[in-house]
């Protein structure tokens, strides 16, 4: 490495050295990542754990820890950039949830499917983004955004619980395979 110094003029080793100070310190922030990473999946693993114990759904209590944890004050906040939430995070939960789906299932309530995760989707997010809008005073593109956010609902509570209380087969097979397509439904909603 001081070779490559010595063979490279003044001013681009100075932004060579600078480069390589702010590397080190980058350094710091990926330990912290990591650290908070495991510690997520150490408390996943344990809520989950003692939630079947308990008869709760995992879903369920992971929520009501993650809330909890939250309103701690010593607990730092931070925020995820959502372009790293739908090209990372979301696409292995999509893939783990479309496996445990029979396709032949799947495709024999399709169009059951297809009515529940796309129109009820969108029409839940307009009757949403209409009442907010008038409810609160805000502008419709904003009850609107509010309403796509809201209007998919979680099929994975959905489906442990109907499993649970024992529901017929081809109603928790509608229930997972709604819950594949109706995120994908309200992402790119047309307002």
């Given at each position: 490495m001081f070779t490559m110094y010595s063979m490279i003029p003044w001013n681009t080793t100075h932004r060579?050295?600078?480069?390589?100070?702010?590397?080190v310190i980058v350094t710091q922030p990926t330990q912290l990542i990591t650290l908070v990473v495991v510690g997520v999946v150490l408390v996943i693993g344990v809520v989950s754990f003692f939630a079947s114990r308990i008869g709760v759904a995992a879903p369920?209590?992971?929520?009501?820890?993650g809330v909890g944890v939250g309103a701690i004050p010593a607990v730092p906040h931070f925020s995820i950039h959502p372009d790293l939430v739908l090209t990372v995070i979301l696409?292995?939960?999509?893939?783990?949830?479309a496996r445990q789906v029979p396709f032949v299932d799947f495709r024999r309530n399709l169009r059951v499917i297809g009515f529940l995760a796309i129109a009820l989707v969108i029409v839940s997010a307009a009757v949403v983004g209409v009442v907010v809008a008038l409810?609160?005073?805000i502008p419709l593109a904003l009850g609107f955004a509010l309403g796509a956010v809201v209007?998919?609902?979680?099929?994975?509570?959905a489906t442990s619980l109907g499993k649970r209380l024992g529901l017929p087969p081809r109603v928790v097979?509608?229930?997972?395979g709604e819950g594949?397509?109706?995120?994908a439904t309200a992402f790119p909603t047309p307002w």
């Open positions: 060579l050295e600078i480069m390589v100070e702010t590397s369920l209590a992971l929520t009501v820890v696409p292995p939960l999509l893939c783990a949830a409810i609160w005073g209007a998919p609902p979680d099929a994975v509570a097979t509608i229930l997972e594949l397509v109706n995120d």
